[in-house]
């Protein structure tokens, strides 16, 4: 198998690559006399012998983060949310998600009558968005390991039982239960791959390649084949599994009959396809809106979430998506909130603004834009979110500052209007001044010139003359301060 050189240089840096192994989801991971054994371990080694490096086998607890000492994690589902932290390899395998009940329930056939029952589900957050996606409304209790789901249902404590069917069927084979039985069509198909650190791009192509061999070469399919047996021969001891063999070799008949028939069923599932790569692609749009996406019913119940959405509230998706709107709020704003949701469905209410609490507990003022839409057949909302807290302060610190700038303006009007009345005071004191002041002036000036035609002295006259000559210039000063005051009026 050819290597590139970022390959071949990863491999030489590293003594040993090391492979997590889920030890509780036999056939594809179990621990067997404290070996870890199963499909992931044979195709592990099988990969280690063929491209030529040292594997160790790790057990982990599920969870253990991605990370440390583990490099490679086996038997991981895709998904979009995780698809930001992680590298998924190409699909190892398609596995169908089916329905479980017990083996004497007559009112459960299909997942269309789970509407308000109770379900135990496989640890996988997918199953969530399709029943959501279906309209179907039901409790779901995430279990990590199969017992325990067997258990709850057993106990009557779930109506259901949805999960991986290998994992599960396995887990019936194995222990010779005969008390649960798979019904109806399954929910999905989930892709089983390989996950490796964000960003690791020389592994990522190193299994890549090695997959594909094996898939090429059958080396998988024996594998699988292994590890799956028992289904099959179920099915050759079974007297349905003689039917189903019957009409296999009817079908194959009618379809070498009618061959143009393939052509339409591959024009099909190429229409299928393309509508799968589109619903894929705005998948991605959504998950990688830069702005915080919320998508809610009409009871608040949080049907999808992007990653800005999830790192504005500081959680996980898995438990955003576990949540109503008003988890996410405070307690003081749910009224205004739940009110809010009713004139967003009405389309009364496009935009508003409130308060949104992360996990840590920290506040933040956010504007939420809603739009209508409708989501597998039930009418949602789609909130967009965005934090304006710095927007908000600088609202407020704009306010203080006009209303500042408003007191100043009234200060300094009403200190003008004080320097005018001031001024227009100084003005009259002067006027009134001056006249009382020429007035005795004026009769002194009189009486002096009366004196000054009387029988004087030359030291008489030469005072009287002085006198009359200060109250010239007295009197010349009065006018010019009478001057000065009619002008500033």
Not at 314 to 319: T, V
Not at 440 to 449: E, S, T, Y
Request: glycine share 6%; charged share 25%; proline share 3%.
């Amino acid at each position: 198998m050819p290597l590139g050189d970022g390959e071949r240089a990863y491999l030489s840096s590293k003594e040993e690559i090391v492979f997590a192994v889920q030890p509780r989801i036999a056939p594809f991971g179990s621990i067997d006399k404290n070996q870890a054994s199963g499909m992931d371990t044979e195709l592990v080694q099988w990969m280690a012998t063929e491209v030529g490096f040292k594997a160790r086998i790790a057990t982990p607890s599920t969870e253990e983060p991605m990370g440390g000492k583990v490099d490679v994690v086996t038997s991981v589902f895709y998904s979009n949310s995780q698809d930001v932290e992680y590298d998924f390899t190409h699909p190892i395998q398609s596995i169908p998600v089916s329905l479980y009940v017990r083996s004497d329930c007559s009112d459960i056939s299909g997942f269309d009558d789970l509407e308000g029952r109770s379900i135990a589900a496989m640890e996988l957050s997918q199953i969530r968005i399709e029943l959501l996606a279906r309209d179907i409304d039901c409790e779901i209790k995430y279990i990590s390991t199969v017992d325990e789901c067997f258990k709850l249902l057993e106990k009557g404590a779930v109506d259901a039982l949805i999960g991986n069917k290998p994992v599960i069927e396995h887990d019936l084979h194995s222990t010779g239960r005969t008390d649960v039985k798979r019904v109806g069509k399954p929910l999905f198909n989930a892709r089983l791959c390989m996950a490796v650190a964000d960003g690791n791009h020389d592994l990522l192509n190193l299994l890549n390649k090695a997959i594909s061999k094996a898939q090429r070469n059958g080396t998988l399919q024996k594998i699988q084949a292994k590890w799956l047996d028992y289904e099959s021969t179920e099915h050759a001891r079974s007297p349905f599994g003689i039917v189903l063999a019957g009409i296999a070799a009817t079908l194959l008949i009618v379809v070498m009959a009618t061959i143009p028939v393939v052509l339409l069923v591959r024009k099909f599932q190429r229409t299928i396809m393309l509508h799968a790569e589109n619903e894929e692609r705005l998948q991605q749009l959504f998950e990688n809106a830069p702005a915080a996406v919320l998508v809610i019913d009409r009871d608040g119940n949080i049907v999808s979430a992007n990653s800005q959405a999830c790192t504005l509230v500081k959680d996980d998706k898995l438990n955003v998506l576990n949540k109503t709107l008003y988890d996410l709020i405070p307690e003081e704003v749910h009224g205004d909130v739940k009110s809010n949701v009713q004139r967003w469905f009405s389309g009364e209410l496009k935009r508003c603004e409130s308060s949104c609490r992360a996990s840590d507990g920290a506040v933040v003022t956010i504007e939420m834009t809603s739009a209508l839409q409708r989501h597998g057949g039930k009418e949602t909302i789609q909130l967009h979110l965005r934090d304006i807290t710095l927007r908000k302060k600088a609202e407020r610190r704009s306010l203080a500052a006009l209303s500042m700038a408003e007191n100043a303006k009234e200060t300094a009007e009403n200190d003008r209007k004080v320097a005018e009345n001031a001024s227009q005071a100084k003005s009259e004191f002067l006027a009134n001044m001056s006249h009382e002041i020429r007035t005795p002036l004026n009769g002194i000036v009189g009486m002096v010139q009366l004196l000054a035609d009387t029988s004087l002295n030359i030291e008489q006259h030469n005072c009287i003359n002085t006198i009359l000559q200060s109250s010239a210039m007295l009197l010349d000063i009065i006018n010019h301060v009478l001057d000065l005051s009619k002008i500033e009026a």
